[in-house]
Nanobody, 121 residues
Framework: QVQLVESGAGLVQPGGSLTLSCAAS????????MGWYRQAPGKQRELVAV???????NYADSVKGRFAISRDGAKNTVYLQMNSLKPEDTAVYYC???????????????WGQGTQVTVSS
């Protein structure tokens, strides 16, 4: 079982910056891909960014060049640095982690509780 604790929620003005973090803890063999999703009111949850164990990243077109995802393998923590924030970035941001309980076998997924990011003047 993996527990995810997110932090970094806040209210920021347009053009501002914010950093989210998500720490994974519990009993698992390894953490694979780590990512961030977001869900705005009335919209479906969407992928924001993902980072694999080897550091490969992928971003939604809407955040490319503004957001940066990174991870600390030793701490099993993923970060999302958000710059040049826009009102349309307002959403609940969810951390997602893929993990294994054994060296081989099933890859499981876990979600964080969500953290609110509001971009408004």
């Amino acid at each position: 079982q993996v527990q995810l604790v997110e932090s970094g929620a806040g209210l920021v003005q347009p053009g501002g910056s914010l950093t989210l973090s998500c720490a994974a803890s519990g009993r698992f063999f390894s953490v694979n891909a780590m990512g961030w999703y977001r869900q705005a009111p009335g919209k479906q949850r969407e992928l924001v960014a993902v980072i694999t164990r080897d550091g490969s990243t992928n971003y939604a077109d809407s955040v490319k060049g503004r957001f940066a995802i990174s991870r600390d393998g030793a701490k099993n923590t993923v970060y999302l640095q958000m710059n040049s924030l826009k009102p349309e970035d307002t959403a609940v941001y969810y951390c997602h982690v893929e993990y294994r309980l054994q060296e081989t076998g099933t890859v499981f997924g876990a979600w964080g509780q969500g953290t609110q990011v509001t971009v408004s003047s």
